[in-house]
């Protein structure tokens, strides 16, 4: 039986946004998806931009009309890396960056208690992003998570002013989790990874909750292979580890988790275009080299993030940033993905029942 139940285009470029960038989705407590974009109105990450959102209660099949939840404005065009997190009492946390956080631009939090129709007036957080220590700092993207106690995360990502690079620099980078124990009240920052030969620039990273209250955090590098770490309160970001069997066309891949007889398979995406002489062999660490965004699959973790197995190809011919989200409930695994740098979104909707029983 088919595994893939159903592929739409959600987006296509057209005469006012040129690309629909930074796919994020999360699915809430009632079941309802949420989709949302960067839709910029030309390229490049500093485009003047607004954040829009599509909202489906029917499991994928039909949406709204588009959303705008943030506009550019003259003070700040770029508007960018949403992400949004579903909180225990269903209230979706929705965050964003102003101008990636510099020259003026802030960290930006709302948050909708009727199912994503609405959102409260944005509260600037930025004052819990250690700007005297910091340039550019960006969320996720993606989705955040939290935890059975209610603990918040969005992983972030961040270029130090130590590392002497202009202003608006995206290199060296730095990860991190900003987090809440107080259902979004007040946010602190963990501590940061840094980069190394192995594990060069750290950034953009997905994150998923674990059964024992930590979360999993899959890692982006400056080099073909992904990395993984761990959070908790307690111990902060800590085994930082290289995946050189993980291979990655660097660029954002995405992990959540769904439950399979009674238990916790985390799913991970990405573009997984890898060269022959990678088909059957690791990476070497510290190789950088260009490959096309496409091949877009979908992989399975049965020992909580450590190892991965390719259970299901989604589109061998197109890709480009890949989101994943999970209806435990339903087991309807939902993969958003770009194709051409945004100049059209696609989602896939699968039978997760399939996938992780012929794993």
């Excluded at 995206?170 to 989790?177: E, I, M, N, T």
């Amino acid at each position: 039986m088919e595994a893939i139940l159903s592929k739409k285009t959600i987006y296509a470029k057209n005469l006012k946004y040129a690309q629909y960038r930074i796919p994020g989705m999360v699915v809430t407590k009632k079941g309802t998806l949420l989709l949302y974009n960067e839709a910029r109105t030309t390229s490049g990450d500093w485009a003047k931009m607004d954040i829009i959102l599509k909202r489906s209660t029917d499991n994928g099949k039909t949406f709204s009309d588009p959303i705008v939840l943030v506009e550019s404005s003259d003070t700040h065009k770029t508007v960018n890396n949403p992400v949004m997190v579903v909180g225990n009492d269903n209230a979706i946390h929705f965050f964003y960056c102003e101008d990636y956080s510099i020259n003026g631009g802030r960290v930006m939090h709302a948050v909708s208690r009727d199912d994503g129709l609405t959102f409260s007036e944005p509260v600037d957080i930025t004052k819990h992003t250690f700007l005297d220590k910091r340039n550019v700092f960006a969320l996720g993207p993606g989705h955040g998570a939290c935890n059975k106690d209610g603990v918040l995360i969005v992983p972030f990502w961040s270029v130090l002013k130590s590392a002497g690079k202009e202003v608006d620099s995206h290199f060296p980078s730095v990860v991190g989790v900003l987090y809440s124990t107080d259902n979004g009240t007040t946010f602190k920052v963990s501590n940061l990874l840094v980069d190394a030969f192995s594990t060069p620039s750290p950034n953009e990273t997905s994150c998923v909750s674990l059964a024992d209250g930590s979360f999993y955090l899959n890692i982006r590098l400056n080099c073909n292979y992904r990395a993984g770490a761990y959070f908790d309160v307690k111990n902060g970001l800590t085994d930082f580890t290289p995946y050189p069997n993980l291979y990655d066309t660097i660029c954002y891949g995405s992990v959540d988790k769904i439950t399979f007889n009674n238990r916790e398979v985390i799913l991970f995406t990405n573009c997984d275009n890898r060269p022959d002489e990678y088909k059957n062999a690791p990476v070497p660490l510290g190789t950088s080299v260009w490959t096309e965004r496409k091949f877009v699959t979908l992989k399975a973790s049965f020992d909580n993030g450590k190892t991965f197995s390719t259970v299901q190809v989604i589109d061998p011919d197109k890709g480009g940033y890949s989101e994943i989200a999970v209806d435990d409930d339903k087991k309807l695994v939902y993969i958003y993905y770009e194709e051409d740098f945004g100049s059209a979104c696609h989602l896939v909707t699968i039978d997760g029942n399939l996938i992780i029983k012929d794993a």
